[in-house]
């Protein structure tokens, strides 16, 4: 499958995030353009849920996330990290979806990158609060 869609479920400290950080060590091939990213919903990146209220709030909290990890990685050893909240603050991340993601991996000439999402669960709860089944869809999707 071209992009497969695997998944852990556990009891909270069962060592998830432990196995999904193993998983983004493990994808890591920069020969081969192989890159893994590792995306959280916890406290280091709290999910605001009060600000998401569509489909079009949804996304970029997703694949921000994305790209801060790839912009993170951009950036040469012992440079000042940028925390996610600051990230989240700019103009521009209101646009962040999976074209911008493909744009900077191609950009940083990546042939395949894995995805680790930590906490989705979060994530995936503000899905009960739309009211309308297309959004639900459009959500999953």
């Known amino acids: 499958e071209l992009n497969p869609i695997n998944y852990l479920i556990a009891a909270p400290r069962q060592g998830k ?5 193993e998983v ?7 020969e081969l353009g192989h890159y893994g990213v590792g995306i959280s919903f916890n ?3 709290e999910l605001d849920e009060k600000d998401i209220h569509s489909i079009d709030a949804v996304t970029p ?12 990685a951009m950036l040469p050893e012992g440079a000042p990290q940028q925390i996610f909240g600051d990230f989240r603050q700019l103009p521009f991340f209101g646009i962040m979806n999976c074209d911008v993601a493909h744009a900077l991996a191609q950009k940083l000439k990546l042939v395949r990158v894995v995805i680790a999402a930590d906490e989705i669960s979060r994530l995936t709860s503000v ?5 309308k089944e297309d959004e639900k869809t459009a959500y999953c999707s």
């Not at 995030?17 to 950080?21: K, V």
């Not at 983004?24 to 920069?30: F, G, K, M, W």
């Not at 899905?127 to 009211?131: A, P, V």
Request: aromatic letters at 12%; glycine letters at 4%.
């Open 127 to 131: 899905l009960r609060t739309f009211n």
């Open 17 to 21: 995030s432990l196995m999904l950080a």
């Open 43 to 45: 406290s280091s990146s």
């Open 24 to 30: 983004v060590a493990q994808a890591a091939s920069p």
């Open 61 to 72: 909290e997703f694949w921000g996330r994305v790209v801060h990890s790839l912009y993170l």
